[in-house]
């Protein structure tokens, strides 16, 4: 009885050639995936410096609404949003020590009248033309104190991280919400964890 088993293994080095390729393209794929979705981080630079005062931070986040916040903005409601920042300090036999937080009030809303969206970061109130130019000032944080002098130990490791979100609680009433179509009234960032070894002080101010 003759035998044959060439045909047999060429198919089988076939397939396996063909699975080999697609887990290649899925591993490919996969990374591209990966990369486009840390090109779209929100926050794209964050960082704490010393000041004579204390520790600041310095950050920049590229913000995108969803088309519920756009509409509610073109109607002239104001969107309340809280940058939050937290700071610990991370121990290998324990819990990590928390340092300390701190939370930041910000507000956007379109001027009906001037026709101009009004951002207010921290103290600073600014207006600008566009609703991408307001996105970049809401974006856009510098000098914000969160911790006092001595606070941080300086050469010392520790882990930091920053989110904005949409403060719900301080929306406008319900009558004026009910005049927007949509019902994606939530805006979160994921956090951005970063560490850092503490600045030296800088010297306090005379």
Request: hydrophobic share 45%; aromatic share 10%.
């Amino acid at each position: 009885m003759m035998v044959f088993s060439t045909p047999c293994c060429r198919n089988r080095h076939r397939s396996d050639w063909r699975v080999g390729a697609l887990a290649g393209w899925l591993f490919w794929w996969a990374l591209s995936g990966l990369a486009l979705a840390a090109d779209k981080a929100p926050v794209t630079q964050a960082a704490l410096r010393a000041s004579a005062n204390g520790y600041v931070l310095d950050a920049t986040l590229d913000i995108s609404l969803n088309r519920t916040l756009e509409d509610a903005l073109a109607k002239g409601i104001t969107l309340p949003f809280l940058l939050d920042v937290e700071i610990s300090r991370p121990r290998s036999w324990w819990l990590d020590d928390d340092i300390g937080e701190a939370s930041r009030k910000l507000r956007i809303y379109y001027h009906l009248l001037l026709r101009r969206y009004v951002v207010e970061n921290g103290y600073t109130t600014r207006t600008v033309d566009t609703l991408a130019a307001a996105l970049t000032q809401l974006g856009r944080v510098e000098d914000w104190q969160i911790l006092e002098r001595g606070a941080l130990k300086p050469g010392q490791r520790y882990d930091a991280r920053l989110r904005l979100r949409l403060d719900t609680a301080q929306l406008a009433k319900p009558l004026s919400i009910s005049a927007v179509t949509g019902d994606k009234w939530e805006f979160s960032t994921a956090w951005h964890q970063w560490s850092f070894d503490a600045p030296p002080p800088k010297p306090a101010m005379p």
